[in-house]
C-alpha cells in the first residue's frame, strides 16, 4: 500500500465513527485481518470501514471483497484493479474516484455517489444499483451484465461498448448518455429516459424497452430483432439503418424519427406511430403493417410518397435512394 501523507498514522482499525481519515497502519491492519476472514484463517476479521475517510488514498489493487463500506469517503480516490466485489457501499461516496478494471461484481450500492468516477473495464457484473448517481462517469468497455439498476442517474455518462446483457433498469436516467456500440441484448428497460443518448450501432435484440424516452437519441444501425418497445418514444430519433425485424412497436410513438433503409420485417405496428417520419427506402412494411399505424400527410412513405398511407397504393415499396 503506498505511502500518504494525507493519511495519518494514529487511527483505529475498524468501526470509525463517521468522518474519521484513517491512517497507512491501520489499514494495513484492516486490509490484513480481512485477507484472514476471506481465506477463513485465525484471527481474520470483516473489514468495517463504515464512515472512514479514504479521499484521495492511494488504494489501487486493494482487496476489500464483501467489506463493509456503507457511507465511506473515497472522493478523488485511486482504486484502480481494486476488489469490491460483493461490498456493501451504501452511502459511499466515490465521486471522482478512479475505478479503472475494478471489480464491483455482486456489489450493493444504495444512495451511493459515483458521479463522474473512472470504471472503464470495470466488472460490475450482478451488482446492484439502488438510487445510485453516476452522471458523467466513465464506464466504457464495463460489463453490466445481469446488473439490477432502479432510480440511478447515468446522465451524460460514458457507456461506449459496455455490457449490457440481461441488465435490468427501471426509472432509470440516461438522458445525453454515450451507448455507441453497447451491447443490451436481452436487457429490460423500463420507466427510463434515454433523451438525446448517443448509441449508434447497440444492440437491443431480445430486449424489453417499455414506457421509455428515446427523444431526439441517435440510434443509427441499431438493432432491435425480436425486441419488444411497446409504448417507448422516439420522437425526432435518428433510427435510420436500424433493423426491427419481428419487434413489437405497438403503440410506439415515432413521429418525426428518421427510419430511412429501417427494415420492419415482420414488426407488429398496432397503434404505432409514424406521424412526420421518414420511412424511405425502408424494408419489410407490408399494407397490413402500415394500414394498422398511424400516418399523416407528414409521412414520407417507403415509395418516396407523402401520406397518409392508402391500402392499394403500392406506397409500401421501398424506392431507392
Known sequence: MPDSPSMPEDCLATSQPIGLRLGIAALRSVLEAHGAWLERRPGGRRASLSGVVLAEAALDGINLERADLKAANFIDASMSGANLSGASLHFADLSNATLIEADLSLAESVDTKLDYALLGGANCSEARFLRVSLRGANLREARLLEASMENCDFARAMLRQAQLLQAKAFDCNFAEADLEGANLYHSVFRHCKLSGITAAGSNWANA???NCEFRRADLTSARFDRA?????SFWKADL?????QNTRLDGADLESANLVRARFHEATTTSASFRGADLRAAQGLTPTQLGQALTDRDTIL????HGPFLRGSGAHRPCRI
Open 208 to 210: 424489453i424497452v417499455q
Open 228 to 232: 419488444d418497445l411497446r409504448q417507448s
Open 240 to 244: 435510420s439503418n436500424c433493423t426491427f
Open 302 to 305: 417507403p415509395d418516396g410518397s
